[in-house]
């Protein structure tokens, strides 16, 4: 789909990003990372190494949420929020077994479509974001995972003063949210009618802990104080967090 608004640009699978220069550093930095991990993942190339971690615990957990939501049908499209770091690498590698080896829930079958999109945030330096892209780009292509990329060009602000772009940090925060759900709009549109959809996140329970801590650092005593919900409706999608 073509994924387009303001505060970025967007693209899609080999690529990963739009725009910018990729430095040599960064570029060697990428191809380290990517080195040292070919070896660490040549069991993907097993299929019995799927089918023994499908029948894991955190499988038949993930699964089980996916079945109560209605998301194991031919029809659903589910979109994995994937930083590319190592909680949603390993939820990645979860979804994997669960949908393409589990024979929970009736045995093999088509089984929903799974994409993932990434977001690069100009937060950093760039050669770190390029190697960042470069990372997320291999994995999905080993994996044989659709890759949506999108690049955000708003700049986080320092603090509570404003940031280059002249936002402050609430309203970067509140636009950043607006272009995620955009995106994830616009992944998940173009499911058949009616199809059960959703993003997938790779939150666990110690992120759920950290979240508490922060509502109630921030007063919100009532409500929230509960943190991160497993399913909840925002925005006119789905999020879950199995």
Known sequence: PECRGAGGSCSRGGGGSSGGSVHEAGAA??????????GRLAWVRDASRWSALAEHPLCQELLSALNAHGLLSDQAHLVLSYSGGVDSTAHLLLLLAALRYSTKFGGARKGPRLSCLHLSYPNREEEEVQGEVRWVTWVCQTLGVDLFGYTVRLTRPHGEEEGAGGLTREEYERHTKEIRFRMYRCLLQGAPAGAATAVVLGHHQDDVDENRLDHL?????????EGMRQWREIHGGHLLRP
């Open 29 to 38: 930095t990428a191809a380290a990372a990517i080195a040292a991990a070919a």
């Open 217 to 225: 650092q921030k007063g919100h005593i009532l409500g929230d104080v």
